[in-house]
Structures are given as C-alpha cells and as structure tokens.
C-alpha cells in the first residue's frame, strides 16, 4: 500500500513539472494560467500525500480509544487543513487571473503573451 | 491586554469587508477609512507583550491527559494552535506601519474627489496580512497572507490609472503563481520532516540535532522557502517586476507597497534566518542576492527616464541594505537591518508621495519632459531633498544611523569589502537622487510643459511633513526604536 503515497508522490511531482513547462514556455495565456493551476495543485497534493498513512484511520480521537494505537494508526490531520485553505487560496488567484486575462484579451484582441506581455508594450 | 494582539489583524480586516461593502457611498468610505485608520495605531500601544493562542490552544504541554501517556514525547512542547508572538520589534513596525498607511490613506482621500471602497479594502487587506505575517509563528500562516498580500498588491496597482497596470499585473500574478507554491511545497518539506508548521517548534527540532540541517531535503526546503521570499520581496530576479509595480500605482498606493515588501521581507527572513541558521553558506547566499539587488537595481535607475521607474528602482536596491544585515548575521547587523527596513519604510514613503506631487501637476513622469518646479512648488521641493537626503544616508538624518550600523558590522564581522560597496551604493543613490531632482526642480523649465494647478492637497503636505519629522527624530534619537529591536534580536540569537 505505500506504493500509493509513492505514486501520488511522483504525480504532484509530475503536475509541478508540466506546470512549469506550461507557465516557461507556452505562449497562450490561458495555458500558462492552467500551467500555473498545475503547479498550485502539485503542491496541494504533495501536503496530502504527507498525510497518507496506509490502512489508516479518520484522526478524531473518540472516548474509548487507546492512544497509542489511535497515534499509531490515524492519517495526520494537519496537511489535510493546510490544504483547504490552499485551495481557496488557490482559487483566488485564480479568479483574478483569469479575470485580468479577460481584460488583456478586449485590449489587445489577442491572447498571446509575446504580444500582450512582450517588451514592446513596455 | 493581550486580546488586542488578534484585533490588529481582525480590526483592517472587518474595516476592508465594511469598505467593500459601502463602496458606493462615497462619503461613508472616506470616514470610515479616516476613523479606522487613525485609531489602528493606538492598538500596538496599549498592547502587552506576550503571545496569543488562536482557539485557545496553548503548546501540548499545557494539557495533562493526553500526553502523559507520551512522557518524553517532543508532542509535549509543540504548538498546535496558530501562535501569534508580539514583542518589541512587532511593537515598533507595526505602530509605523500604521502610522504610515494612515498617512497612505489621508493623502489618498486628499488627492481624490471619489474614494473606491475596493481600493480601500485593498489597502486595509494588505495591511492586515502584513501584521498577520509579522505576528504569526506559524509558517503556514505566513504563507497564506503571503497569497493575499500578492493580490492585495495587485489590487492597489489595478486601481491606478497607468495604461500599462493590466500588463504588470499579470506578469506580477504569474511570477507570484510560481514563486507561492514553492513557498508552499518548501513548507511541505519542513512539515515532512518536523510534522509542525510552528516556528519556534522548527527551530527547537533543528537546534536540538532531531534532523540533520545538511539532509537533501532539509536544504531543498529551504531552496524553495528562499525562492518564494526572492519573489516576495524583489530580490534579483524578480527585481524588475518589483519596480515595475512601484512604478504603474498611484503615489500612495505604491508608498504602501513597497512597506508592504519590506513587512514581508522582514517576517518571512527572520522566519529563514530562525530555521536555517545552522547552514553554514545561508547568510553568503542572502548576501549574495542582495548584493545583487543593490547593484542591478542601481545600474537600471541609472538608465531610466521616468522618476517613477527611477524611484522604484532605488526602493527594491535598498532592499539590498537590509538583506547584507540579515546575512552577516550578528546581533549589530540584525539590528541594524531592522532600523533600515522602518527607515526605508518612512524614506520610500516620503519620496513616493513627494514625486507624487510632481505626476498630480504635471501629469508626467518622464524627467525629460520636466524642469522648473522649483518656483511652482518650493515647499514640496525641499521636503523631497531632504527624503533624498536620507535615501542616501547623510547625517543626521535616519538612513545615516541605519548604514553606519550595517557598515559597523559588516566590518566588525570582518567583511570590509562589503562596507566599502554599502558606501559606494550609497554614493550612487545619491547621485541617481541629484540626478532626478535636477531635471524636475531645478534645471529651467521647457516650454511646452504646463503646469495645470499650482495647489499641493493640504494632506499630501502634512503627510510629508510627519515623514520628515520623523526622519529627523529617528536620525536625531535612534535609540527610541533601536533599544526595541536590539532586545528582540538578544531573544532570537
């Protein structure tokens, strides 16, 4: 079953890589935006990966538990509360880039970023 | 009274929500931002000392019952609420942070007929999220009002009316896309392998040999940590899109930005400085970027035309001051980082709004279309020779007291080259300042300059009045905020 923390592993470190890539070296801006979601969600998954524990159990400490054995085998709740705030976190940034893209677009009728962001507009 | 430590952040932030709210009433977002604004800076002073518990949630080692069955347990002393710590230095920064976006605002309602209350929210949610990141203890948090003082940041340039903003925004946005998740993932890191996000909880793990400061993953965290604080902050790289932004917000607006940088230079680099004091090259490395910064920022004032540009430039350089004091990483220099980063707060703010008056009545800011203001604007241009002045560090003004503590330390940790090229930029920006000052006061006016109303808002002069006032006491008794930081930075090291 640890194989399962390894994929997801590997996948948010796929996801930060293609995000990369799409944010670097694609022209379209609204492929750099879903480049960047890329990227946002690769370390998302990576939190909740640290949180994974194989066979494990919901992490709310009920009356009657042995502690011990709720600490051995409970997932760690801290990642999975970080991550929900990141995701609206996420989110916003999100919104306002897409909302400032929209607004590029009717300006220069283009969604290229060589044209909209190039040097010549500086 | 250490209830009012949260109300610092929560007050902006219930005033940001009202403001946003009450938008289109004029009239109420201009007295609410006025009361609010004034009252904020009484808070820092009647608060105690101390730190506050969000939820109640003292370390575990208050509780018995739970952990008693882990004695030796490290459980025992983590933090597992969200920790605000406020001592002498969040005292001091925060009492001028609000001072200054007091000003920030007066000077805004003074200059415009119509008062956004977005705009407003923008401002008092930048406010509230750099109080939050100087507060907090908890690296996480950090990293969340990080996100919001981004588009907090965004927002303020977006309200300007530079036809440019939109594209600088958006450059800012993608960078700040890339740079926030690797903050993210490097705090990831650190929770893999402390499994807390409280500071003081880190730096007792590493300190006490628990992991290895040296593991791959250890100093990948802090690769990714340092990235994301380059971005924040404008450190080479990212030192054009930072004065970029200076450049394309109103006066104020940018006023505020750049204290908002210098806010989260500081709380996110003690945060470094805390974790990854151990690793021997960490202090090269803040140094080397901030070298950097001073010099590249300086070379490319150096080039430019538009006193806007020129001005953000010499903001993000002097950045560089700060950054050489947290990387020689003595008690002096850490002080002496502290001192510049408020004395760039109070300087930057002065030249910001002061050239301000020059774009309110010549609607330019290209130094080669100006000249002559001297004679429609005297006053004004004094007050900014005198925040020149202190930008570059003549006596007996602020920024003199600040470097001659950095060029100290750095001499007394054996660094002479490094205070010899403190002195030479300083020499620079002085020379870059004359430079600007020149073209727009005193070389004789063109003639097909018009000049469109003679009339500086009062508030505009009385806010660069207070600025003055205090550059020349902080100049005259630097001990007043010195003391307060000294004896924070005797806590941390």
Redesign the interface.
Known sequence: MINTQLAALLTSGSF?IIG?YA?IFLDN?IK??IG?SF??E???L??IT?AYRADGIVPI?LSGMN??WF?ENSA?P??QA?VL??IV?GA??LA??LA??M??YK?HGSLSTDE??GDK?? | MNDLIPLMVIIPIIAAILLNLFNKNNSTVKILSFVVAIVLPIIPLLANYGTYYFGGHAPLTDYGT?LS??PNSILNTLHIGITYSYGSMQQILIFFLFIIAFLAILTTIGERKKISGTYMFLMFMGLASVVAMLLSDDI?HL??FF??V??AQ?GIV?ASNHK?K??T???Y??L???G???L??GI?FL??LV???NITDIVHVVKNGLINSYSPIFLLSFGLIFFGWLYSVGLPPFHTIKSDMYSKATPSGSALLQTLSVIIFISIGLAIFRIYNGISYVGTFIIFFSLAAMILSISMALTETDFRRIIGFLAVGELGYLGIGFGIGTKLSLTAALFQGLNEIIITALLFIGFGTTLYLSKTSEINKLGGLIENNPKTGVMVLIGGFALAGVPPLNGFQSKVMLIQSALDKGFPELAIIMILISIVTFMTFIKIFHSIYLKPKPKDLIIEDNKIPKSTTFTMGVLIIMCIVLGLMPSLVVNGFNAFIGGLI
Do not use: D, R
């Open positions: 930060i990369l944010a801006i750099k935006i960047l990227i946002e690769g370390a998302n990576f939190l640290l400490f502690p011990q600490a760690y801290l990642p970080l705030t990141s976190i916003s940034t306002v880039m400032i893209a607004v590029l300006k909209i962001l507009n500086e | 739970f069955l882990f996480f990293y969340i996100e919001i981004i588009i965004v977006l440019e939109y594209e925004a958006m450059k946005m993608i700040g896309s890339i926030g998740p690797m993210l993932t990831g929770l893999a499994g807390s996000v």
